[in-house]
């Protein structure tokens, strides 16, 4: 299966740290990666059809500490669609005006929604044929940029019709919040003050976050299994659907 990677945070923080632990994983997700950054209203995507264990782009990504609120990674195995640029996450997309990144972990081969004009797959993947379905829908629902609060009700009632087709572990965000859902496994941690020192699981590399930080700052980072071995990383249950803003699950 894939793995995913989100971070929604209160102030622009750099994710080096956590992609770097992130991108270890790609040596058994090795069909592609790519991350997404909002800056403000736009949007700075990488990806590569190669692993990111061995990508140029992946090792300009550990050492570029590009700030953003909110960033989505994935690292590829595929389970449909052939190893291709076009069929690596991040999938972006316009609608209302604004951007909006899609990642996707599991499989849902039997849903096969009617498309209209306005979203279509380029790829051949499910994951990127349920995302236009999502932005389909919505803009049914909402004739303008609608709340997080909205945009959260409108999720949930749209969400359960693809997961009923299979697994659908999925991170969404258009710059202003971070939604995430699980199907399987997903896991999230708040980091804010007192900050504390974290290491990596999958590699020998610590970081104390007290001496990068503010008291005021506050990050919510997700991921398909915990980064770290020494924090208290929250599940999802299955089939929740979290949203996050200015670094904190949405009414916590």
Same mark, same amino acid.
């Given at each position: 299966m894939c793995q995913l990677l989100g971070m929604n945070c209160n102030t622009p923080t750099d994710i080096m740290f956590s992609f770097t632990g992130f991108a270890t994983r790609a040596e058994e997700h090795k069909d592609g990666f790519g991350v997404a950054?909002?800056?403000?209203?736009?949007?700075?995507?990488?990806v590569d059809a190669q692993?990111?264990? /061995?990508?140029?782009?992946?090792?300009?990504?550990?050492?570029?500490?590009?700030?953003?609120?909110?960033?989505?990674? /994935?690292?590829?195995?595929?389970?449909?669609?052939?190893?291709?640029?076009?069929?690596?996450?991040?999938f972006v997309r316009e609608l209302w005006g604004r951007y909006w990144v899609f990642a996707h972990n599991g499989n849902v081969p039997q849903f096969a929604p009617r498309l209209h004009g306005a979203f279509?797959?380029?790829?051949?993947?499910?994951?990127?044929?349920?995302?236009?379905?999502?932005?389909?829908?919505?803009?049914?629902?909402?004739?303008?940029?609608?709340s997080v609060r909205e945009l959260s009700t409108t999720l949930a009632e749209l969400v359960p019709q693809v997961a009923a087709h299979g697994s659908f572990n999925f991170m969404l965000s258009n710059g202003q919040a971070l939604w995430a859902h699980c199907s399987t496994s997903l896991y999230y941690i708040v980091r804010q003050h007192p900050f504390h020192k974290a290491h990596l699981q999958?590699?020998?590399?610590?970081?104390?976050?007290?001496?990068?930080?503010?008291?005021?700052?506050?990050?919510?980072?997700?991921?398909?299994?915990?980064?770290?071995?020494?924090?208290?990383?929250?599940?999802?249950?299955?089939?929740?659907?979290?949203?996050?803003? /200015?670094g904190a699950p949405a009414g916590a």
């Open positions: 950054f909002f800056e403000d209203r736009g949007v700075r995507c990488f692993s990111a264990r /061995h990508s140029p782009v992946a090792e300009m990504v550990k050492g570029y500490p590009i700030k953003s609120d909110n960033v989505i990674a /994935h690292i590829r195995k595929a389970t449909q669609g052939r190893v291709a640029l076009e069929n690596c996450h991040p279509r797959p380029v790829g051949d993947t499910d994951s990127e044929r349920a995302f236009c379905w999502l932005l389909q829908e919505m803009s049914k629902a909402h004739a303008s940029v609608p999958d590699e020998d590399l610590s970081v104390d976050f007290a001496q990068l930080t503010t008291p005021r700052d506050r990050v919510a980072i997700v991921v398909t299994e915990p980064l770290t071995a020494d924090e208290p990383w929250t599940a999802f249950a299955p089939g929740e659907l979290k949203v996050f803003v /200015h």
